[in-house]
């Protein structure tokens, strides 16, 4: 038993193959999930945005909006409520 097994020069095959993709990591480029996260998160950015832009754009240029008109019975009710009589009764 007197052989020596000498592993210095060389390395497993596994060990090769993951050296060279930690070296070849950065030259990539971007995550997939970090570039599908952007698109998503700046859509919704450009969704909000936009409503609120048109949201301002209403304000300024469509009229108010028109009260509801009051029925008959309901006006009554309010003048006697206030003590005035309705005229015709």
Known sequence: ???EFDFTDKVP???DRMGNVIK???AK???PGL??????VGLLLIFLV??????IYAQKTL???????????KMRKERLKQGVSAPGE
Do not use: C, Q
């Open 24 to 26: 070849d990591a950065e």
């Open 50 to 55: 936009g409503n609120y832009v048109l949201y």
């Open 29 to 31: 480029g971007f995550n």
């Open 35 to 40: 570039i599908v996260l952007l698109v998503v």
């Open 13 to 15: 095959p596994s060990f």
């Open 63 to 73: 009229p108010p909006r028109k009260k509801k008109p009051i029925s008959k019975k």
């Open 1 to 3: 038993m007197d052989e």
